[in-house]
């Protein structure tokens, strides 16, 4: 349950918008995910995304590494596809 | 066992210092407090790797475990509510009630949805304005943000469908009622990656200050945990406790204050039940008063009833690191992942479930 992805944030909801919604691609599997807790992510920055909420940004290397290990864990599954 | 990239150590160095510095101790105790941390223990192998010497103990951190029984039967009720939608994690879905489980209610006809994100929940409230939907909201500080702000969302969206059923429960305070029932030898913690990106590492000062125990925070990589389980190995021979955090490029000292500040607009804290822990002080989430049309307790009139366990079920005594799972009778024989009869063994991150599923070939390490 603690189980946070991380993913890179590929489209962000402009500012003014209703919601800091937008998109992240995790290797292929697009979501939508909510940046109300890290509202100066930018689009092309890695985020963890735990339930559909970006918690922290994360290095790019760092997010590899993390992504690598729970790909051979089997511990991600394939994400809902965002219908956007 | 995956060799990073960017090669911060060797994970066969970590393993010999590891083994090294327990040559020269007793029998340590480390309490494992995350769920994720149990499962990952087990993979990737990390687990078999370690000295005998070295015990790991479950704690309390997967929020399915720790939560009551009543709240379960609480759930299974409200689906018998009209026009109710019961919306959940997946990991809640198979855990026994007291008359069956949510499983058991949506094979009878009753609206349960799964849900990956609350957020899920929310949409569905918005396309299905006909339908009530509770929203069984459990999970440690990772996740209580996240219902913070659809609680928030929710407002803004004025939605009069949409509740949450609060199971929001604090690490901190359980790990100080663990500490302070005096019977528990543990020396150390790996306290969990995730909740401290939220709380920071500086929130688990008093367990360095106050109680004297070594701590590590740490993520859930196998070179994370190797990492932690050296540095609290360390600080052990060196009769030297303190607080260090390998997760630094996720955690800070002082978390993220986004999400605290969500946490602290919309919840109070509130005296909580954990399963067979009993009653923790302000170890728990509540709606604020000025959010009760979204507390489920109070536009449904919900109780949350007894806790209740089920005879010959000791995932209580599992959760506060007091036995192992193959040292219940249950384990294996009535209670399987197949057929589970506790919550220990229901969850994905449940440690019965993590001990019956990697079996004995993996548990070597740390058993006498």
């Given at each position: ?5 991380p993913?890179?944030?590929?489209s ?25 807790l ?5 689009v ?41 | ?38 499962v ?174 070594c ?9 994370q ?26 955690v ?30 302000l ?32 995932c209580?005594e ?51």
């Amino acid at each position: 349950m603690c189980l946070a992805v991380p993913g890179k944030i590929v489209s962000r909801a402009p500012d003014g918008a209703d919601l800091p919604l937008g998109t992240v691609d995790f290797q292929g599997s697009r979501v939508e995910v909510s940046f109300a807790l890290v509202p100066d992510a930018a689009v092309g920055d890695w985020v963890l995304v735990h339930a559909g909420f970006a918690i922290t940004l994360l290095d790019e290397a760092e997010a590899r590494e993390t992504w690598h290990y729970l790909e051979e864990a089997g511990l991600v599954e394939s994400f809902p596809e965002s219908d956007s | 066992m995956a060799v990073g990239k960017n090669l911060r150590e060797d994970p066969q160095v970590l393993i010999q210092a590891i083994n090294e510095i327990c040559l020269e101790l007793d029998t340590i105790r480390l309490m494992e407090v995350c769920g994720t941390h149990t499962v990952s223990l087990f993979r990737s192998g990390v687990r078999s790797l370690l000295p005998a010497n070295l015990r790991l103990v479950s704690g309390p951190g997967c929020p399915v475990c720790v939560t009551s029984q009543g709240y379960i039967d609480a759930a299974i009720d409200a689906t018998r509510l009209d026009n109710v939608t019961l919306c959940t994690y997946g990991d809640m879905l198979r855990v026994p009630g007291r008359a069956g489980s949510l499983e058991s209610r949506r094979a009878e006809g009753a609206a349960i949805e799964i849900c990956y994100s609350i957020r899920d929940a929310l949409r569905y409230a918005g396309a299905n304005k006909d339908r009530q939907v509770i929203f069984l909201s459990v999970g440690f500080e990772t996740t209580a943000p996240a219902a913070a702000q659809a609680v928030l969302e929710a407002e803004q969206k004025d939605l009069q469908n949409f509740t949450i059923l609060s199971g929001h429960k604090l690490v901190m305070p359980a790990l100080g009622a663990l500490l302070a029932s005096g019977d528990m030898p543990i020396d150390g913690f790996l306290l969990p990656g995730h909740v401290s990106v939220i709380i920071g590492s500086d929130a688990y000062a008093d367990l360095v200050d106050v109680h004297a125990k070594c701590c590590a925070v740490a993520g859930f990589e196998p070179l994370q945990m190797l990492s932690a389980i050296r540095a609290l190995a360390a600080q052990l021979r060196h009769g030297t406790p303190r607080l260090e955090n390998v997760y630094g490029v996720a955690v800070s000292g002082a978390g993220n204050r986004h999400a605290l500040s969500s946490l602290d607009r919309v919840f109070d804290e509130a005296d909580t039940v954990w399963r067979a822990m009993g009653t923790i002080p302000l170890s728990g989430l509540e709606l604020k008063d000025e959010f009760g049309r979204f507390d489920a307790r109070k536009r449904f009139g919900l109780t949350i009833g007894d806790d209740y366990d089920p005879p010959g079920c000791r995932c209580g005594e599992v959760i506060q690191g007091r036995l192992d799972p193959p040292d219940c009778a249950l384990f294996g024989a009535e209670c399987t992942h197949e057929q589970p009869i506790g919550p220990c063994m229901v969850s994905g991150e449940g440690t019965c479930a993590a001990w019956y599923r990697y079996g004995p070939a993996k548990t070597q390490g740390g058993r006498p």
